[in-house]
């Protein structure tokens, strides 16, 4: 019990020092810190923060061990060749080949991401004399998911920096910003890197540097082939599974589906919110397949390619999925009443079908929608409670009537 | 019986440590005290100095601004000690008891024929009068107003809580005469909710009975109200604990204060968990001593483990108002891996690695540590589950922690006290002080407006 006790004993003496948040940050890592309760409830539930946000990681492993495999296999399969018929577990894919070549791209963005992220909280922490707050342990892990697996360092660096400062600690730390922080992140390298972010070469390691070499491996998205009427070569099978081209950890849709099953089991996601966006995403699918059928759009128009794709196939290409569990149900930036959850739900899947049939550029609309609909969020709620204060108000009249 | 009311949002809390329905009798306290902080928002003018000599029923200090609301001595004795806080705030009041015990006698008051104005006299003089609470505010009730309801819950669902029929148990006849004296002094009915068709209540007259099921908080007076008639802008009504009604008929069938409870002894700490005959005001440590203590290092709280007011842990005296004496063992100790390991022997309403989903019927001991530290508030739709109020509990926090009047009137605060969010408090990710909040909000309110 040594342990214990010299870490009480330093606690003691950080204590009212400017270090002291950092220090406790390290400490209640360790351990679940001694506080009693004082004043209200004697006694409190089992789960804080901290528990809460290392669910959602313990959702998200799954899909960042896929990716390192998937990042070696996409790079080997555009070299080799893409093995026909695979099933999940195929050794094709599970292979250590895949797994080192993955290992060396991806850990160094998941280490760059919480460095510099974690760095920043640590530092407003210690400025503005508050505990360090759980929410960048998430984000630290949602935001090498969702870059391309080549990106540079030092552009991500760049980006989490941005992120964190703009996104999230202007408005005041976890609990207090508008947009959803890894969201944020992705954007600022979306609109800073457009050429990095976009296009056909990023989504496969080396590709890029390959570029117009005899060696040349093509790393397109099937978002991208659809968006250019070109012929997309991978089954639904892969697309489910996850053998595709895209950022790091969203395109495994078993393993998406299962860690969306064990948030709203858990009751830590919001299964309103997951439901009504792929609920959205399917009606805007279905409109434009009828747009289709009725032949307002004929064969030829840029948009035929991604409006003609059967509306259900919208959720297992792209990172709809993705968005829908990992990003849309951030507590913080979402609509904030049950009722308002199931709008901000459907419009945030409505909306994503819509960018990313209407804008060929860059045909993933996923996470505009989720930054359109965190900034419409508060209205949304602002209704819903209207609502409530009216029948107040009505109860009061009919009163005094 | 009019019909029911069915909660369905809520959680109930099993601990170790339920009271076995046995009663005892304890020898007569030595010291007794009254803390005027159970008097919330009343700033005390003394009547009597230290060293002044009283009877058992004299008054001790009445509200400043409100010379007619006094609080009265348990005892015969002499006020031995008048302890201060900071600015002079006073804290506690000693009073040592007599050998030789004397009484103050008031009027008595038949309650079948009396006026309101001399019921209202009767409890204000004979010190009944804090035990009466009112929405708006949840203060004690302003005497000038005639409410339009009254609200009485005739159960209690908290956990541990004493079981109201063995509390008032050989008192039917004060607490009829409680009730049909309270019928007359609102424009409405005494409300009374109840969970069972054969207990004390059900027989009792001058009421309108209402069968209450659900999980805690049904048992709350604000749920039922909730369900009800909620209060409206403008409205008042009062609110009335059961265990208080035994008191208040005596004072009017016999004019004297007879300050005599049966309080619960609970908690997982305690041996032998049972129900003791005492007095406002009287120590607690010959009762915890008696019962015998698992541990030493405890928390004595007066009422339950939601509501309760902490209190000495040695020297501590029964508080005014609470029917349950609760203690739990401290949790002032580190957890290894405590925020990410699985956790079997806690309460959680999630299922984040917490397994009480599990066992719903397991009953649980509990510490007082917080499991985590305080945070600003990132979950939402957790609350809603365990609130049955018609209520956005999440948005009326925030509008009292930034004190928007208008908001905070407009989302129902007049309708709530700060015993409704105890169990949002409870299962708070963020570990904010939610009564706490709501109580500041009410005082605002209070000050501004009411």
Same mark, same amino acid.
């Given at each position: 019990m040594g342990l214990k006790e010299n870490l009480h004993k330093l606690k003691m003496k950080y204590e009212?020092?400017?270090m002291a948040p950092a220090f406790n940050a390290l400490h209640t890592f360790l351990y679940l810190p001694n506080m009693i309760t004082k004043g209200g409830t004697h006694i409190k539930a089992a789960d804080d923060l901290k528990r809460t946000m290392n669910t959602v990681i313990l959702a998200l492993v799954p899909c960042l061990i896929f990716g390192m495999f998937n990042a070696g296999f996409q790079h080997y399969a555009a070299i080799n060749g893409m093995p026909e018929g695979m099933s999940f577990f195929s050794t094709a894919f599970w292979n250590m080949d895949n797994f080192l070549l993955g290992l060396v791209t991806v850990l160094p963005l998941v280490i760059v991401s919480y460095g510099v992220g974690l760095a920043i909280e640590f530092l407003f922490a210690v400025i503005k004399g508050h505990e360090v707050e759980e929410g960048y342990l998430v984000t630290g892990m949602l935001v090498p998911l969702i870059v391309p697996v080549d990106i540079p360092l030092w552009m991500l660096a760049v980006a989490v920096a941005f992120g964190v400062v703009i996104g999230k600690e202007v408005f005041g730390g976890t609990g207090m910003n508008i947009l959803n922080p890894a969201l944020t992140i992705r954007a600022f390298l979306f609109f800073a890197y457009p050429t990095w972010m976009s296009g056909d070469k990023v989504w496969v390691h080396e590709a890029v540097e390959r570029a117009g070499t005899p060696d040349a491996i093509s790393g397109e998205t099937i978002l991208g082939s659809y968006a250019q009427n070109s012929d997309v070569m991978y089954s639904l099978q892969d697309m489910f599974f996850g053998f595709i081209p895209g950022?790091?950890?969203?395109?495994?849709k078993l393993l998406i589906i299962i860690g969306a099953l064990f948030l709203i089991f858990t009751k830590v996601g919001s299964w309103r919110i997951i439901l009504s966006t792929l609920i959205g995403a399917l009606v805007m699918g279905l409109i434009f397949n009828g747009v289709v059928d009725a032949g307002w759009i004929q064969e030829g128009s840029k948009f035929f390619g991604l409006m003609s794709v059967p509306f259900w196939q919208h959720l297992i290409i792209g990172s709809i999925l993705f968005g829908a569990v990992y990003m849309a149900t951030d507590p913080v930036s979402a609509a904030q009443t049950n009722k308002g959850k199931w709008i901000y739900g459907f419009l945030i899947g409505f909306i994503s079908i819509l960018i990313r049939v209407f804008n060929p550029a860059y045909p993933e609309g996923v996470f505009l929608a989720i930054l359109l609909m965190n900034v419409f969020a508060p209205t949304i709620d602002h209704y819903v409670i209207q609502g409530n204060i009216n029948k107040r108000k009505k109860r009061l009249k009919v009163k005094t009537a | 019986m009019s019909k029911g009311i069915k909660v369905k949002r809520g959680l109930d809390l099993r601990l170790v440590g339920e009271a076995s329905k046995e009663l005892v009798s304890t020898r007569e306290s030595n010291t007794y005290v009254i803390k005027p902080s159970d008097f919330h928002l009343v700033v005390p003018k003394m009547i009597v100095k230290e060293g002044g000599r009283l009877k058992k029923g004299d008054p001790i200090f009445y509200a400043k601004g409100n010379e007619d609301l006094k609080v009265l001595s348990p005892?015969?004795?002499?006020?031995?000690k008048i302890e201060r806080g900071a600015k002079r705030v006073i804290l506690r009041i000693f009073i040592e008891a007599d050998a030789q015990q004397e009484e103050t006698v008031y009027n008595t008051v038949d309650s079948s024929s009396a006026k309101p104005e001399e019921i209202k006299k009767a409890w204000l003089q004979g010190g009944c009068w804090p035990f009466i609470m009112q929405r708006p505010y949840d203060v004690i009730a302003n005497q000038g107003t005639t409410p339009r309801d009254i609200f009485i819950s005739g159960f209690s669902t908290a956990?541990?809580?004493?079981?109201v029929d063995f509390v008032l148990q050989g008192k039917e006849k004060e607490v009829q005469a409680a009730l049909t004296a309270l019928s007359k002094l609102t424009s409405g009915k005494v409300h009374v909710g109840v969970n069972s068709t054969s207990g004390l209540f059900a027989a009792m007259k001058d009421i309108e009975l209402h069968q209450v099921s659900g999980p805690h908080p049904a048992g709350n007076v604000g749920t039922q109200i909730n369900k009800l008639s909620p209060v409206n802008k403008g409205e008042t009504v009062w609110t009335i604990a059961p265990q208080h009604l035994a008191i208040m008929g005596e004072m009017l069938l016999t004019g004297k204060y007879n300050p005599e409870r049966i309080i619960a002894f609970v908690g997982s700490s305690l041996e032998n968990p049972k129900y003791f005959k005492t007095k406002i005001g009287a120590e607690l440590d010959p009762i915890i001593q008696e019962i015998g203590l698992? %541990?030493?290092?405890v928390r004595v709280i007066n009422g339950d483990v939601l509501t309760g007011v902490q209190t000495e842990k040695q020297g501590g005296h029964l508080g005014f108002a609470n029917s349950v004496v609760t203690v739990i063992p401290e949790g002032d100790d580190y957890e290894f891996f405590g925020w990410n390991k699985p956790v079997f022997d806690k309460i959680s309403t999630s299922r984040a690695l917490t397994f009480s989903w599990l066992n719903p019927k397991k009953k649980y001991e509990l510490t007082t540590n917080t499991n985590g530290e305080h945070r600003a508030f990132v979950l939402t739709g957790n609350y809603e589950e365990v609130f049955p109020l018609d209520i956005y509990p999440l948005q009326t926090l925030k509008a009292c922690m930034v004190k928007d009047l208008d908001q905070m009137e407009a989302l129902g605060?007049? %309708?709530?006290?700060?015993e409704d969010f105890a169990l949002t408090e409870f299962i708070c990710v963020s570990k904010q002080p939610h009564q706490q909040i709501i109580r500041e909000g009410l005082d605002l309110m209070y000050k501004e407006i009411g």
């Open positions: 009212g020092k400017k950022s790091v950890g969203e395109t495994s | 005892v015969s004795g002499t006020l031995t956990p541990l809580a004493a079981d698992k %541990e030493e290092n605060m007049y %309708e709530v006290a700060p």
